[in-house]
């Protein structure tokens, strides 16, 4: 027989924490009714806010001495045996997820792999990592050892940063985030110690020092801007290097704009400034 069991949110006085407090239902309800833990089995839902969580399993403790009702806002919430969680045009899977009332964080253990259906025009983002993380005050996530896909680009990074509805996906890595762009004429690749791409509009800033590699031709720097829908690099460095070995070709300047539909590069003779205001993630604005 199926149990339906509600958790009701915190009252007024805890409104900022509320939304952290999970809703479970479905399945069969087994343990301490009063202090926990609760063990739910079979078609097992999960909602906290926005975010959507099934599996076959779940189980929901409190800490040590509350009961269930007086630690709502403390609990840990455990969802286990095959996991889907959906919130919005996103959806993602992997094999555990933990979620914490006190941080409103879900960590989905992996293999994971996240996809986010595109609007009109614009291309569906896939991520594969080995762990993901969502956050409900937030429409954000965090992948660990992350593998990017969004159209004919594809990126690589320790840690990438998305935000869903906005399409900002910020790369970083210790050692080199590394972009490309696939090409019938040859992979277009970046690399950088941070990547910040805005999806949908298919643009980008890199940081931390650049290599811009378009086939034979090769662009170096501190940073650069790329926009896919012209095919428009900006290069900026002290000074940016721009050189194709092969050719015999070498051309340097303080700011370089390398086509790489054209393959070409010339010295960007207007003033520059990174677009970064357009970059920022939402606890930097």
Do not use: C
Not at 18 to 43: A, C, K, M, N
Not at 198 to 209: E, M, N
Not at 255 to 261: C, E
Request: proline share 4%; hydrophobic share 35%.
């Amino acid at each position: 027989m199926r149990r339906w069991v509600w958790l009701s949110l915190l009252g007024v006085a805890l409104a900022a924490s509320s939304v952290r407090v999970i809703q479970v239902e479905g399945g069969r309800l087994s343990g301490d009714l009063r202090y926990g833990p609760w063990t739910f089995e079979g078609e097992v839902r999960g909602r906290v806010k926005d975010l959507e969580i099934r599996a076959p399993k779940a189980i929901l403790t409190a800490p040590k001495g509350k009961t269930m009702q007086e630690a709502e806002g403390e609990r840990e919430a455990r969802f286990e045996g095959g996991v889907v969680v959906r919130r919005g045009r996103v959806e993602a899977q992997g094999s555990v997820l933990v979620y914490r009332e006190r941080t409103g964080e879900g960590e989905l253990l992996g293999p994971a792999r996240m996809r986010q259906e595109p609007r009109p025009g614009e291309d569906p983002v896939e991520v594969e990592a080995r762990r993901m993380t969502f956050q409900v005050d937030t429409d954000t996530s965090t992948s660990e050892g992350a593998f990017l896909r969004s159209g004919n680009q594809e990126g690589r990074a320790a840690l990438v940063y998305y935000e869903e509805e906005r399409g900002l996906a910020v790369f970083t890595d210790p050692r080199e985030v590394v972009l490309l762009r696939k090409r019938r004429e040859g992979d277009l690749v970046i690399r950088a110690k941070e990547v910040r791409s805005l999806t949908g509009p298919k643009k980008l800033i890199a940081t931390g020092g650049v290599r811009l590699q378009d086939g034979d031709l090769v662009t170096i720097g501190d940073s650069l801007y790329y926009d896919d829908t012209t095919g428009e690099a900006i290069v900026l460095g002290r000074p940016a290097v721009s050189e194709n070995k092969k050719e015999g070709f070498r051309l340097s300047g303080n700011t370089l704009q390398h086509n790489v539909n054209r393959h070409q590069v010339r010295v960007y003779g207007k003033a520059f400034r990174l677009p970064v205001e357009e970059f920022r993630k939402l606890s930097e604005r």
